[in-house]
């Protein structure tokens, strides 16, 4: 065979379940993949099989001890040039979970910032560009008929154009980024809020 890739579970008789004897049966210059549990191979059997150039290469993705958080991760496979590690986990990794800190810092910075909701699991996603010489203002609320209407009915009522504006809906919530050409008062705000079925105004 050219491939061997194991999928079996984390059951005790599957312990050293793949070892010396079934490597030496495994056609010369196949492939050995693991992604299921670590210690169903012995890896210093696996190593001496592709050092000797029995077997091509490896790809394995558990280990027999796995390595704790900020602890240096020592296998027998290492630094072997046919053999591909990586984390079974790949989100759990120090490195994928500072990115993800950072990813999710930046998305929140971008909605406090701008309103933007893209990515976002809980409202709708909006995104819109800001533009220079207008005010922002962010509308969450019910998904009921005429929310966008009534909004919008504050602004004319007052005189006040909005520049520009997107909205969306995500099942029982509404949302509207609004750019207006009018400098927000008190009265606005108050009037915003009160709105039937708001839910949250921001003045961004």
């Known amino acids: ?45 696996l190593a001496e099989n592709l050092r000797s150039g029995k077997l091509s290469g490896a790809a394995i993705d558990v280990f027999p001890e796995e390595p704790g958080s900020g602890e240096l991760f020592s296998n027998s496979l290492q630094n072997l040039p046919n053999v591909i590690l990586t984390p079974h986990v790949g989100g759990s990794t120090e490195e994928a979970q500072q990115s993800i800190g950072q990813f999710v810092s ?24 800001s533009t220079p010489q207008t005010h922002r203002l962010a509308h969450i609320h019910r998904n009921i008929p005429g929310m966008l209407l009534a909004i919008n009915r504050v602004f004319a009522d007052r005189g006040i154009n909005v520049e520009r504006q997107v909205y969306e809906t995500k ?28 839910i949250r105004f921001r003045v961004l």
């Open 106 to 129: 930046a998305q929140m910075h971008r909605y406090l910032q701008s309103g933007n909701t893209r990515l976002c699991a809980n409202l709708p996603h909006c995104q819109l560009e």
């Open 1 to 45: 065979m050219d491939v061997v890739s194991l999928h079996v579970d984390g059951k005790p008789q599957n312990r050293n379940l793949f070892g010396e004897e079934e490597f030496r049966m495994m056609k010369k210059g196949s492939y050995f993949l693991n992604l299921s549990r670590g210690f169903v191979v012995n890896h210093e059997a």
């Open 171 to 198: 099942g029982a919530v509404g949302y509207a980024i609004l750019d207006i050409n009018h400098e927000w008062d008190d009265g606005l705000i108050r009037a915003l809020e009160k709105i039937p079925d708001t």
